[in-house]
């Protein structure tokens, strides 16, 4: 059956350094990735997709890679700040029609 | 404010309650989606419907009941529900079909169930 592994539950790290969250998946081959990230009592808030042919997607601070021998994505944040402290999940996806299904997610925190 | 109401955002009721949880979204979307999620497990689709038309259900019990009446509004219908039920519903849209042709979710702010 299909698996998503989120490298840890937690994440804590100083603030100005780089974050580096790790999504593995099994039985699994994505068209592409998506990562979102949750506050805690709020809903997950969409970041970054990135496709199979794309070996790195970037926005501002964030970057994502997509490795579909490792079958792994790399989610990196530059320069952290506490304002990151948030849960990221993962979500590779299928085939067209198949709705996302999420990994249980990796919190971070982030301390001045 | 993502474009997806969620009502109510909290809602305590007896196992032998029925109640309703709405969900209405703004964005002019052609999907949506109910997920549960629970304390330290992933997020769990329960339903999908495009276009009005239920295309996913994730062998959900029955005492959990959808209904789509329009591509803006989506319906949880909840009776004799268990404390395991207890949760926080997400609801979520997304704008062309469903989410495995690389349309990003847009989530609202869920409602949080607690069942005695």
């Known amino acids: 059956s299909q698996k998503i592994e989120q490298n840890s539950e937690a994440l804590n790290i100083q603030e100005g350094k780089t974050a580096t969250l790790t999504c593995n998946y099994t039985n699994y081959s994505p068209a592409y990735l998506q990562w979102y990230r949750q506050d805690p009592g709020r809903g997950p808030v969409f970041l970054l997709l990135i496709r199979e042919n794309e070996k790195e997607k970037r926005k501002e601070r964030l970057k994502v890679t997509f490795d579909t021998t490792l079958k792994q994505s790399l989610f990196h944040i530059t320069a952290s700040q506490p304002a990151d402290s948030a849960t990221y999940l993962c979500a590779p996806s299928n085939q067209a029609g198949t709705a996302l299904i999420f990994g249980k997610g990796t919190t971070l925190s982030v301390s001045s | 404010e993502t474009g997806v109401t969620q009502t109510p955002r909290h809602l305590v009721m007896g196992m032998t309650n029925k109640k309703s949880l709405k969900c209405e979204q703004h964005l002019g979307h052609n999907a949506m989606y109910w997920y549960k999620q629970s304390a330290k497990k992933p997020l769990e689709l329960m339903f999908v419907?495009?276009?009005?038309?239920?295309?996913e259900n994730n062998s959900v019990p029955s005492r959990f009941s959808p209904e789509c009446p329009n591509s803006s509004h989506l319906f949880l219908h909840l009776h004799t529900l268990q404390p395991e039920d207890s949760a926080l519903y997400l609801c979520?849209?997304?704008?062309?079909?469903?989410?495995?042709?690389?349309?990003?979710?847009?989530f609202g702010e869920g409602s949080r169930l607690t069942v005695l």
């Open positions: 419907y495009s276009l009005e038309e239920r295309v």
């Open positions: 979520a849209s997304s704008r062309e079909g469903l989410a495995g042709d690389g349309g990003e979710l847009f």
